[in-house]
Structures are given as structure tokens and as C-alpha cells.
């Protein structure tokens, strides 16, 4: 969405969403009934934050900051990690030319280590040479990005009952300039987020550079892992600054091979700003991604923890197994949220 986006478009297209065949099968209720109710019963369960991050509607067609918005309420989720897309297309910034979708199983792929072919390693140079232009472009305009499109973004998803704790723009990785850095930092603080996320660098320098441009907002960095994480993967970062902490992806931590899971939890409970939840295989069992309740990693046993714990930290749906035949991420991080539920009591 533009920048000359308007509070009566907004009602306008997430009203057609509703209508649209892909939500038809959710019952809806008009919009200004959803701007001053959806905040009554929120997805705060027994004291536990249960949230989502927003790459789990990647595979949805429209990723408009309205469009966005209209999938969060259709799941009943009341609390977000947002992804930098729809924030950053609603602050006009200029589009990536790269259908990210289409990438996903060739980066997966590399990411575990698996061998790929000869045209996915030409795909995968043409996508890197387009996006070295693209970062180079939205790098200019980040430059001269108005905080107020962050503002009035945050302001509507608040009324919506949406309350943004993290943002995750490409902006803090080894690639992005210092000016990157802060614009990510100011736009994440204009959205009204405590933290924004990323990938652990593996870069001892950069993770104190971050931390350090953190301290001056008032920010947390929360660093996410894959199968590299340890339990000491974060130690270094966190000696660094206090503005560093974990961004836990626990799912991937069990995938990883990590038998003390929830031990772990409770160490570096109050070094936690939020935390990925997905349901995956052991390492000596394949690390499968799976739907929830199928694999090994103890979602429930964590959930209750934090209950019992009184932590006031996120814990995260992230959508990451395969979409069954007949359904929608929709639908599927709705189940998500229900198990989460059940758990909880």
C-alpha cells in the first residue's frame, strides 16, 4: 500500500478481503465493529503472550498493510512479530522485485546443506544480483523515510487491537549500512515494537555494533538461530551490550540436537524478548517441520512453563510445515493457536 494510503481505503479493501473467496469461509462482521472489539478478547491466554510473526502469511497473494492486518484478525491472534514488508510498502517504499515464495525451498535447501542444481544455483545468482540493485534502492529511500507512516501504521493496528512487539525489516544484517541500522531502530520505535528481530550474524563486531545503536533507542535486538543454535550460541552478544537478547527459535533449538530445552528456557528466561514456536523432529529423528503435536519439540511443556513462570515474554506461532491440501495458513495457524489454548488450560 502507497503512501497516499487513507483510513477510508483501509476499510475498503479489508471489507472486500472479507468478501473475497479466500476468507469466505471465516464469518465477518463489519469493520468498525472489528476496530472497537477485537481488542476484548485478545490472545493473551492464563498470562501467557501468544503472538505470531507475520512470514507465517508469505504464501498469501496480497501482503498489504491492510491485507496483513485482515489475516491477523481472521486467526484471533491480538499480538505480532511484523515482518518489514507491509510496513515498509505502506511507507512507500520501492517494491523488491524478487518473489521471495519461490526462493524459500532453494535457500531452505542451502541453509541444511543440500546439494542444489545447476539451475537452482542460477536462480539463486540471478535473485542475489537483483536484490544487491534492490538494497541499494530501498538503502536511499530509507534514508529520507518519514517516521510518520510507522506512526500512523502502529496507531492503526492499535485500534485494531494489535499490539506490535517486534519488527523484522532487512536492515541490521552485515549488508546494511549504519544508517540502515537506525532507520530500522527509529521505524520499529515508531511502530510502537520494544524490539526488532534478526538472524544471528555469526559476527562478534556486528552484534556489538548493534547492540550498541540499540542502547540509543531504548531497543532490544533479539538474535534468531536455525540448527546452529547452542546454549552458548548468544553468550558473546549478550556480554556485549544489554540491548542484545535472544529471539529463541525453539523448535529449531530441538532440531538442532538440543536435548535441555526447557532447562534452557528458565537460564536465559529473562535475556528472552520473544520466541519462535514450531513443532519439529529431534535431529536423530530427521528435524522434520510438522503440524503441531507431531513432533518432538515440547510446545505444551514450554507454554506451561511460561505460565507457571509468569514470563512476560512472546511466545511466537511461526506457520513453518506444509500447508495441507484443502487449507490455508489461515487455518492452520488458527489450529496453532488452539493447541496453544488447550495446553494452557
Known amino acids: 500500500m502507497k503512501s497516499k494510503s487513507t483510513r477510508r481505503q483501509f476499510i475498503g479493501t479489508a471489507s472486500a478481503l472479507v468478501a473475497g473467496s479466500l476468507l469466505s469461509s471465516q464469518a465477518s462482521f463489519g469493520m468498525p465493529n472489528f476496530i472497537n472489539n477485537l481488542g476484548k478478547k485478545g490472545s493473551t491466554v492464563k498470562g501467557v503472550r501468544l503472538g505470531l510473526i507475520t512470514y507465517s502469511f508469505r504464501d498469501l497473494p496480497d501482503q498489504s498493510a491492510e491485507a496483513t492486518l485482515e489475516y491477523i484478525r481472521q486467526c484471533g491472534i491480538t499480538n505480532i512479530e511484523l515482518m518489514g514488508g507491509p510496513a515498509e510498502s ?17 535457500w531452505r535447501k542451502r541453509q541444511q ?17 537483483k536484490n544487491k540493485i534492490y538494497r541499494a534502492e530501498i538503502s536511499e529511500w530509507r534514508q529520507k523515510a518519514s517516521m510518520t507512516k510507522f506512526e500512523e501504521f502502529g496507531k492503526m493496528y492499535k485500534k485494531a487491537g494489535i499490539d506490535i512487539y517486534a519488527f523484522k525489516p532487512d536492515a541490521f544484517g552485515m549488508q546494511n549500512s549504519d544508517s540502515d541500522i ?25 552484534t556489538l555494533k548493534l547492540g550498541k545503536a540499540a542502547e540509543k533507542y531504548g531497543m532490544k535486538i533479539g538474535y534468531h538461530g536455525h ?14 551490550s544489554p540491548a542484545n ?5 525453539f523448535g529449531h533449538y530441538i532440531a538442532a540436537g538440543n536435548t535441555n530445552a526447557l532447562e534452557f528456557v528458565k537460564a536465559k528466561s529473562k535475556y528472552i524478548v520473544s520466541m519462535h514456536m514450531k513443532d519439529r523432529k529431534s535431529k536423530a529423528n530427521g ?12 510446545l505444551a511443556d514450554v507454554l506451561r512453563l511460561m505460565r507457571d513462570n509468569k514470563y512476560t515474554f512472546p511466545a511466537t506461532i511461526e506457520l513453518e510445515y506444509k ?18 489454548k488447550s495446553a494452557l488450560g
Open 90 to 106: 505502506f511507507a512507500g517504499a520501492p517494491k523488491n522485485p524478487v518473489n521471495f515464495s519461490t526462493m524459500l525451498p532453494i
Open 287 to 298: 528435524g522434520d517441520n510438522l503440524p503441531w503435536g507431531t513432533g518432538d519439540t515440547p
Open 323 to 340: 500447508v495441507p491440501e484443502g487449507s490455508s495458513p489461515i487455518e492452520e495457524v488458527k489450529k496453532c493457536l488452539e493447541f496453544c
Open 182 to 206: 537506525d532507520y530500522g531502530l527509529r521505524a520499529a520505535k515508531a511502530l510502537g515494537a520494544t524490539h526488532v528481530t534478526l538472524e544471528h550474524p555469526s559476527n562478534d563486531a556486528h
Open 113 to 129: 546443506q543440500q546439494e542444489l542444481t545447476e539451475e537452482e544455483k542460477q536462480t539463486l545468482a540471478d535473485v542475489e544480483a
Open 245 to 249: 537478547a535472544l529471539n529463541l527459535d
Open 227 to 240: 540448527e546452529q543454535q547452542t546454549p552458548t550460541f548468544w553468550d558473546t552478544a549478550l556480554s556485549q
